[in-house]
């Protein structure tokens, strides 16, 4: 039979689809590495790829960096139904980013649930600007009279109520600020910021070329997983935060990349920085207004 696993876990030599059926049965077993299924089925790691692909099209499994996982392709939730999920971990994560904000810091905050709880941390400081491109932190920041609000142009995309596109990416580019909180749909080691957009994965790549310090917030949920196809990369040092509860292999397998440093929110202290860095060294931010700035 096709399911049947010979002694020693190699499988016989399979025609292409019973061999796509038998890999099905491996994933949903817990088996999902490239190179053990390359080794168990006696195929090619590029013919094992080729298909977890297929199987992924068909929505029978998830792809994750060097393997997948069981189940039907992931549904981008909308930002309501976001904010729903993992609340006490946003929330401590959020916490934790507030506590690296100092004074006349220039800050730049993507659109997203936790990056929103920390707009919602920051609302009475004083002598912060705040650079957005989230509907969900200008509308907490609205009535922040201490705040500069900066707004990125660009459309919106109603999902999670991101602006984004052309427009977003020119007006970053004239702008350079202290620290950038960015959102993630997942993070993988050699592969960066995972993102359900083509745009969103452009716009996030930008937004983390502008900023001397990086980090992106992201519970134990998002540590190695890759539920969508488009990608930010990392070209230089970020720092992840993450919740307590994120276990050692998650944040291991995250910082095989060199360019990643995570941190549980229990470890984050005042100062901290990506990879070392303090703001208490970095001169001044700048900010050109191009368009779209109001004082909120």
Same mark, same amino acid.
Not at 143 to 168: F, K, M, S, W, Y
Not at 187 to 212: D, H, N, P, Y
Not at 238 to 263: F, G, H, K, N, W
């Given at each position: 039979?096709?399911?049947?696993?010979?002694?020693?876990?190699?499988?016989?030599?399979?025609?292409?689809?019973?061999?796509?059926?038998?890999?099905?049965?491996? %994933?949903?077993?817990?088996?999902?590495?490239?190179?053990?299924?390359?080794?168990?089925?006696? %195929?090619?790691?590029?013919?094992?790829?080729?298909?977890?692909?297929?199987?992924?099209?068909?929505?029978?499994?998830?792809?994750?960096?060097?393997?997948?996982?069981?189940?039907?392709?992931?549904?981008?939730?909308?930002?309501?139904?976001?904010?729903? $999920?993992?609340?006490?971990?946003?929330?401590?994560?959020?916490?934790?980013?507030?506590?690296?904000?100092?004074?006349?810091?220039?800050?730049?905050?993507?659109?997203?649930?936790?990056?929103?709880?920390? $707009?919602?941390?920051?609302?009475?400081?004083?002598?912060?600007?705040?650079?957005?491109?989230?509907?969900?932190?200008?509308?907490?920041? $609205?009535?922040?009279?201490?705040?500069? %609000?900066?707004?990125?142009?660009?459309?919106?995309?109603?999902?999670?109520?991101?602006?984004?596109?052309?427009?977003?990416?020119?007006?970053?580019?004239?702008?350079?600020?202290?620290?950038?909180?960015?959102?993630?749909?997942?993070?993988?080691?050699?592969?960066?910021?995972?993102? $359900?957009?083509?745009?969103?994965?452009?716009?996030?790549?930008?937004?983390?070329?502008?900023?001397?310090?990086?980090?992106?917030?992201?519970?134990?949920?998002?540590?190695?997983?890759?539920?969508?196809?488009?990608?930010?990369?990392?070209?230089?040092?970020?720092?992840?935060?993450?919740?307590?509860?994120?276990?050692?292999?998650?944040?291991?397998?995250?910082?095989?990349?060199?360019?990643?440093?995570?941190?549980?929110?229990?470890?984050?202290?005042?100062?901290?920085?990506?990879?070392?860095?303090?703001?208490?060294?970095?001169?001044?931010?700048?900010?050109?207004?191009?368009?779209?700035?109001?004082?909120?």
């Amino acid at each position: 039979m096709v399911s049947s696993e010979p002694a020693g876990g190699k499988h016989p030599r399979l025609t292409a689809e019973p061999r796509r059926r038998a890999i099905l049965e491996s %994933v949903r077993a817990g088996r999902a590495e490239i190179v053990d299924l390359a080794a168990a089925f006696g %195929v090619s790691t590029a013919t094992v790829r080729r298909d977890l692909a297929l199987l992924a099209d068909r929505g029978e499994i998830n792809r994750t960096y060097g393997g997948a996982v069981a189940g039907p392709r992931p549904i981008e939730l909308r930002l309501g139904e976001k904010e729903l $999920a993992a609340r006490t971990e946003k929330h401590s994560i959020a916490a934790a980013a507030a506590s690296l904000v100092g004074s006349g810091d220039v800050l730049l905050l993507d659109a997203g649930t936790t990056t929103g709880q920390l $707009a919602l941390l920051l609302r009475d400081r004083e002598g912060l600007t705040v650079i957005t491109n989230g509907t969900n932190t200008l509308f907490t920041l $609205a009535e922040a009279d201490a705040v500069d %609000v900066v707004v990125l142009g660009g459309h919106l995309r109603h999902t999670n109520q991101a602006l984004i596109g052309p427009v977003a990416e020119e007006v970053l580019r004239h702008l350079y600020v202290d620290k950038a909180f960015l959102g993630a749909d997942g993070v993988v080691a050699g592969r960066g910021i995972c993102c $359900a957009s083509l745009e969103q994965a452009t716009l996030k790549a930008v937004m983390a070329s502008r900023a001397r310090q990086v980090f992106v917030l992201a519970d134990r949920t998002k540590l190695d997983r890759a539920p969508f196809a488009f990608w930010a990369p990392l070209s230089q040092p970020v720092t992840v935060i993450t919740d307590a509860a994120a276990s050692a292999a998650q944040v291991a397998s995250v910082e095989q990349d060199p360019l990643i440093t995570v941190v549980r929110t229990g470890q984050v202290t005042r100062g901290a920085g990506s990879h070392g860095a303090t703001p208490a060294t970095s001169p001044p931010a700048q900010v050109v207004a191009v368009g779209g700035e109001g004082h909120a």
